[in-house]
């Protein structure tokens, strides 16, 4: 693959994660990771994909920040930050084919979470939160994927789709910007992942922009579930 054809496939797969990020407030590194690991690698893919979610983070907060539910988003977080270094260990100390199965089973898991939406009793102890937020920030150090934890700890907390969005970004917020600079300090920020996140800024900017518009014109839940079946078969593919 040559060089400007792999750069279009980057810049259109986060295109289409931040699209999804904006209708469901969180997915789009789920489906960035898993492709852009097929196209660039997961040492390239990991810190762009954090540079893309950050921004995308700070332009959703912008609006939203007044329904975040303070005390999980600072419990999920702190826990995190024990978590995340765990995750960037993890990084560069293991290979990129474990790392890549390691992400596909994540996937799959997460999906058929997801698709079943089993009915399970609220988590009433705070305390949950740090062993959620823990797992997330391991997640999230390695590759990206801090969503799956904290959005399971929100569903059982019955929380409601506003201060279910608004509550996930206001933890996705610090939680990013530690592993954004962790992704630095171990030396991932390469010329050519600052070169695609410059690319990529025009059309994150569309996304968000289209996210926010069809927010409540799509039916979402059909269209949320086709996301998960087609993330399984991306796991699938990654773990074989």
């Not at 600079?181 to 410059?198: D, F």
Request: charged share 10%; proline share 6%; glycine share 8%.
């Amino acid at each position: 693959m040559d060089s400007f054809t792999s750069t279009l496939l980057v810049v259109l797969v986060l295109f289409g994660a931040t699209f999804i990020r904006m209708l469901f407030g969180f997915g789009d590194a789920l489906l960035a990771m898993p492709l852009l690991a097929l196209i660039i690698g997961v040492p390239t893919a990991t810190p762009l994909v954090a540079f893309v979610s950050t921004t995308t983070v700070i332009l959703v907060l912008i609006t939203s920040w007044q329904d975040i539910d303070v005390r999980a988003a600072r419990d999920l977080i702190l826990s995190s930050f024990f978590g995340i270094p765990i995750g960037l260990w993890l990084l560069k100390g293991l290979s990129e084919p474990l790392i890549t199965a390691v992400l596909g089973v994540v996937l799959i898991l997460s999906s058929i979470y997801q698709l079943l939406k089993p009915v399970l009793h609220p988590l009433r102890r705070q305390e949950y939160a740090y062993l959620f937020g823990f797992i997330a920030g391991i997640l999230g150090g390695a590759y990206n994927t801090n969503g799956p934890p904290v959005v399971m700890y929100g569903t059982l907390q019955h929380w409601t789709p506003v201060r279910f969005r608004a509550t996930l970004q206001g933890y996705f917020f610090p939680t990013g910007v530690l592993i954004l600079v962790g992704h630095g300090v171990s030396g991932l920020w390469t010329r050519e992942v600052l070169q695609l996140y410059a690319y990529s800024l025009p059309l994150i900017a569309l996304a968000f922009l289209l996210g926010t518009r069809l927010d409540h014109a799509l039916p979402p839940r059909s269209f949320e579930r086709a996301i998960y079946v087609f993330l399984m078969c991306i796991g699938l593919l990654l773990i074989v």
